[in-house]
């Protein structure tokens, strides 16, 4: 059966820390791009990192609102990919989630992007952890 599965959320204070996790049942996550995604009550879900297929060099893309604080990560023999939250604000409270897609929006150099990738024919979610931030 494949799976993605979250783990790792809780309640922060802000400036503190978490590490999600994001493991994978049923297929290989180095052969795909992973996502995280979260959802804030009453938003739209928002992209907030992407680290890309081993085959494609493992490369990570972040959202502006998560820069220098967010990092990605993998580890290939554990079937698992993490996402460092650091210097957590209220801001970051949602649900997050990982999927074998990204999406990222950014700005740098004076150009908006976007990083859009996803699989022709496979498309997997995990069911989310929660993420609290507040004092």
């Known amino acids: 059966q494949v799976q993605l599965v979250e783990s790792g959320g809780g309640l922060v204070q802000p400036g503190g820390s978490l590490t999600l996790s994001c493991a994978g049942s049923?297929?290989?996550?180095?052969?795909?791009?992973i996502g995280w995604f979260r959802q804030a009550p009453g938003k739209e879900r928002e992209g907030v990192s992407c680290?890309?297929?081993?085959?494609?060099?493992?490369?990570?893309y972040y959202a502006d609102s998560v820069k220098g604080r967010f990092t990605v990560s993998r580890d290939n023999d554990a079937n698992t990919v993490y996402l460092q939250l650091n210097n957590l604000e209220p801001e970051d409270t949602a649900v997050y989630y990982c999927?074998?897609?990204?999406?990222?929006?950014?700005?740098?150099?004076?150009?908006?992007?976007?990083?859009?990738?996803?699989?022709?024919?496979?498309?997997?979610w995990g069911q989310g952890t929660q993420v609290t931030v507040s004092s």
């Open positions: 999927a074998t897609r990204c999406l990222i929006h950014g700005y740098s150099g004076g150009v908006n992007y976007t990083v859009d990738l996803k699989e022709p024919d496979f498309d997997s």
């Open positions: 049923g297929f290989g996550l180095d052969y795909y791009n």
């Open positions: 680290i890309s297929s081993s085959s494609s060099g493992g490369s990570t």
